[in-house]
């Protein structure tokens, strides 16, 4: 065999390698990401998060090390979102007659409802507690939340439940009037249905898709917990008792398959309700960070509804407009992340 030959040889050898090796990576690239595909875990304190540019202002609201609100120990109605009939009694009522009188549903239509009673002993207005004695008490319906404002039907049912519950402890109730209780209902509506958000970044793979393991193994080194759902995750909030931070979606069947390793996903959805969260949580920072994150670390990209890859001037501009957003309820005394937000964004 002649150099020449032996040359050519030689070269036809390297070219089939070569092809070999495309295949392979072409295979390894559209194949299914598994969770077995992750580098050995970071020590928590060597994470960083990705940089979040500055607001288009250049403003800096909001640090890190905000402290959040602690959750409430009672749920107390207020005549700001509430219609609230004080009820006169006798004498002192144990909590458990009251207990055992209560109305056995604890909604009117779509509204919640309540009875609340003073405690002599803590000084404050708290449910029934059985072995607490109540000097004073008052029944509560919401006035609005999510499925609109309270309607003359849904009051009608209120003052008939509420005298049925008078009428077994041999008490009376003083009721406002329908038209002007219907008529705060409805501005209270219209001023939650103009200042209620909820904000949806979507992750989409850029290339392989995902296997439901993969994604969790990402999302639970970035702080996200289960929450015993397929496909739901959780960002906790930094005390306990308050709503989650934000909330983590993908396709459920997929995460119900027998086999994760068989099941692709191939679109995360990342969710703040706004005016459930603290504002001192500083939550857009998070949802913006942990989207760049699992973008960059899964190899996806960042979108809105409509499919379209969500800029940095894009997201400084979300960002401005939540300041107003949070200037705005908390001007109305509805703190986003407060207790009265929490009913009646609900």
């Known amino acids: 065999m002649s150099s020449l030959q032996i040359g050519l040889a030689i070269l036809g050898v390297l070219v089939l390698a070569a092809m070999a090796l495309q295949a392979l990576w072409v295979t390894r690239r559209q194949a299914t990401r598994q969770g077995s595909d992750l580098p050995a875990p970071v020590p928590p304190d060597e994470v960083q998060s990705p940089i979040l540019d500055s607001a288009a202002d250049g403003s800096n609201r909001v640090g890190s090390a905000a402290v959040a609100p602690k959750p409430e120990t009672h ?4 005549a700001l979102i509430d219609v609230i009939a004080p009820i006169v009694v006798d004498g002192p009522l144990v909590g458990d007659t009251l207990l055992a009188l209560l109305p056995p549903t604890r909604r009117v239509g779509s509204k919640p409802f309540s009875i609340e009673g003073f405690n002599l002993e803590r000084q404050c207005w708290e449910p029934p507690v059985a072995g607490q004695r109540y000097q004073h008490l008052q029944a509560g319906v919401q006035l609005a939340n999510r499925l609109g404002a309270l309607d003359e039907l849904e009051y009608s049912e209120f003052v008939v439940k509420t005298q049925a519950f008078c ?6 109730a003083d009721f406002e009037e329908m038209l002007d209780v219907v008529a705060r209902a409805r501005e209270l509506d219209r001023f939650a249905s103009e ?7 979507r992750v989409s793979a850029s290339h392989a898709a995902w296997s439901p393991s993969y994604v969790e193994q990402h999302a639970l080194r970035l702080g996200f917990a289960a929450t015993g759902m397929p496909g739901r995750m959780s960002l906790p909030a930094s005390a306990a008792g308050l709503p989650a931070m934000l909330m983590l979606n993908f396709d459920p069947q997929a995460a119900c ?10 679109q995360l959805v990342l969710s703040l309700d706004v005016p459930q969260v603290a504002r001192t949580e500083v939550p857009f920072k998070r949802l913006r960070e942990l989207a760049l994150a699992l973008a960059e670390r899964m190899e996806g990209r960042v979108t809105d509804d409509q499919d379209l890859t969500l ?3 894009a997201l400084d501009r979300i960002a401005v407009e939540l ?5 705005r309820l908390e001007q109305r005394d509805l703190a986003a992340g407060s207790a009265l937000a929490r009913r009646l964004f609900s």
């Open 75 to 78: 749920s107390t109605l207020d």
């Open 167 to 172: 009428e077994a402890i041999n008490a009376s």
């Open 195 to 201: 200042h209620d958000a909820q904000l949806v970044f």
């Open 257 to 266: 398959a027998p086999d994760s390793a068989q099941a692709s996903v191939r």
């Open 311 to 313: 800029q940095a001037p």
């Open 323 to 327: 300041e107003g957003l949070y200037d």
